[in-house]
């Protein structure tokens, strides 16, 4: 996520990724992870994106800004970017075709 303007906002932080509607078909898994620098896509089996994707709105983030918890986005600051979220979709070849997923990505914002 990338913030160009904070309209009177001071901060933005605890930055929650999760899977809002659908569900991956039988045979198919979606996992996720993060990181401070983009990643290439591959069809390699990711060492990044290795945690399922939740499904349901976290309690606590589970995207950092700066690679770590519980900093912040700022005006004026020199990051205005949280860290990188890695998706990988894994299937088998039993897997059904057509599968649509939804991601939500919330933050909360500091007036």
């Excluded at 992870?33 to 990044?48: C, H, K, L």
């Excluded at 976290?58 to 890695?86: C, H, K, M, Q, R």
């Amino acid at each position: 996520m990338n913030v160009v303007s904070f309209a009177g906002s001071s901060s933005v932080s605890n930055v929650r990724f999760y899977l809002a509607s659908g569900s991956p078909s039988e045979d198919t898994y979606c996992y996720f992870g993060e990181s401070q620098q983009y990643i290439v896509p591959t069809a390699a089996v990711s060492t990044i994106a290795t945690q399922s994707v939740p499904t349901a709105l976290p309690t606590t983030e589970n995207v950092f800004i700066d690679g770590a918890p519980g900093n912040s986005l700022t005006p004026g600051s020199t990051n205005s970017y949280t860290d990188w979220i890695v998706l990988q979709i894994q299937t088998t070849p039993s897997a059904s075709a057509g599968t649509s997923l939804t991601f939500n990505c919330v933050y909360s914002e500091i007036a």
